[in-house]
C-alpha cells in the first residue's frame, strides 16, 4: 500500500487552478521529488498534505490516514519543512530543537540519534539566535526539528531554494541518510538538477501532473533527438534556429543552446556548414543526452 496516496485533488484561489486534479502515490521508503517551477501548485499540494489546507476536491491520505478527518493524528506522524523559515527566529538553536520536542511530547535525548548527524554540524552555534544563523545552518536546523519527533514521513517544501551549493549538495546527502533508514520523503524542489537525486519524481506545471517516473526513465523516454549547439553571436543563433527548416525546437541552455532536430534529414556537421556559410564563428554542433530539463521543456512544449 503507497505511504501517501492522491486521487484527484484540486484546489483553487479565486481564478487560479493552483491544482488540478493531481493524482499519485508514493511507497515505504521512497525519495520522491516534486520538481517545477515557481507558481507549478508545489506549495499548495504540500500544504493539503500536512493537513493545512483543504483540498477542494479529490482525497489524500498518508499511512492510510484520511487528511481532513484524521487530520491530527497525521501532524505526529509527519515531519513538515516549510518553504519559509518557519523557526522562532529570536531562540537560540538548541531552544528551537528543544521546543519542537516539546510540541510533540518527547525529549530531544529519546531521538537524538536520528538528528545527530546534522545537529552536529550545528553544535558550534547552539547558543547562536536562529535568526542569525546562514541560509544553510537554517535549513539544518528547520530539519533536526522537522525531525526531532521522529515522524514516519518527512515532506520539504523547497528545502534547498536559496541555498548555497555546498548546502544544496550536503541537505541532499542528509536526505539519501535519512531514506537509507526507511523514512518517506517527499521533497519539492525547482532545481531539475536535483532530480537525479531522487528515486521518482514528479514534474509539475500549472497545477497539474505532467509525468511521474525515475529520474532514468524520464530521461529514456525522451522522444527526439537532441543536439548542443554553440557559436556567436549566440542571440542571433538562436533566432537563426528557431527558423531552420530542420530544427523542431531550441532553447538557450547555459553556454550553449540545446535544439530539438530531425535527424533523419540533417547531420550535426551539415547544421555546422549551414551555420558556418550564415556568418557564425565557433561553430561546433554535437549530439547530446538529455537533462531533466530538456525532458521538461519538451513535455511542456516551452
Ligand atoms: P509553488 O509552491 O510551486 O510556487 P504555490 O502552490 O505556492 O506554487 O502556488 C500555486 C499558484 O497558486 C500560484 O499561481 C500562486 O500565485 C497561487 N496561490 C498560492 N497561494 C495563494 C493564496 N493564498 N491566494 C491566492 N493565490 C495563491
Redesign the pocket.
Known amino acids: 500500500m503507497s505511504i501517501i496516496s492522491c486521487r484527484e485533488l484540486s484546489k483553487r ?2 481564478k ?4 488540478r486534479s493531481v493524482s499519485f502515490g508514493v511507497e515505504g521508503g521512497e525519495l520522491f521529488g516534486v520538481i ?12 493539503i498534505l500536512t493537513t493545512l489546507l483543504r483540498a477542494d476536491s479529490g482525497q489524500a491520505t498518508v499511512e492510510g490516514l484520511d487528511v481532513v478527518r484524521d487530520c491530527r493524528a497525521i501532524r505526529s506522524r509527519i515531519g513538515y519543512m516549510p ?1 519559509r523559515f518557519s523557526l522562532y527566529q529570536d531562540l537560540s538553536v538548541e531552544e528551537n530543537l528543544h521546543f519542537f520536542a516539546a510540541m510533540f511530547h518527547v525529549t530531544v535525548r529519546e531521538n537524538y540519534a536520528l538528528v545527530r548527524d546534522i545537529y552536529r554540524q550545528l553544535e558550534p552555534f547552539r547558543a547562536r539566535r536562529a535568526g542569525n544563523l546562514s541560509g544553510g545552518m537554517k535549513q539544518k536546523l528547520a530539519l533536526c526539528c522537522a525531525l526531532i519527533h521522529k515522524p514516519s514521513v518527512l515532506l520539504l ?2 528545502p534547498t531554494t536559496g541555498v548555497d551549493p555546498v548546502s544544496r549538495r550536503e541537505l541532499w546527502e542528509m536526505l539519501a541518510r535519512l531514506r537509507q533508514q526507511r523514512i518517506t520523503i517527499v521533497v ?1 524542489t ?1 532545481y531539475m538538477d536535483e532530480a537525479l537525486r531522487c528515486d521518482r519524481i514528479a514534474l ?1 506545471r500549472e ?1 497539474a501532473f505532467l509525468k511521474i517516473e525515475t529520474p532514468e526513465g524520464i530521461i529514456a523516454q525522451f522522444p527526439q533527438t537532441l543536439w548542443s549547439v554553440q557559436g556567436d553571436p549566440k542571440y542571433r543563433l538562436l533566432k537563426d534556429l528557431r527558423r531552420h527548416e530542420d530544427v523542431i525546437a531550441a532553447y538557450a541552455f547555459g553556454d550553449a543552446h540545446h535544439a530539438t532536430v530531425r535527424s533523419e534529414r540533417i547531420t550535426p556537421l551539415q547544421l555546422e556548414e549551414n551555420l558556418k556559410m550564415l556568418g557564425y564563428l565557433n561553430v561546433e554542433v554535437k549530439k547530446i543526452q538529455p537533462t531533466i530539463e530538456d525532458c521538461y521543456m519538451q513535455l511542456t512544449g516551452t
Open positions: 484561489y479565486g487560479v487552478e493552483a491544482l517545477g517551477p515557481d507558481g507549478a501548485g508545489k506549495s499548495t499540494l504540500f500544504r518553504g517544501d523547497e519539492s525547482p509539475m497545477g
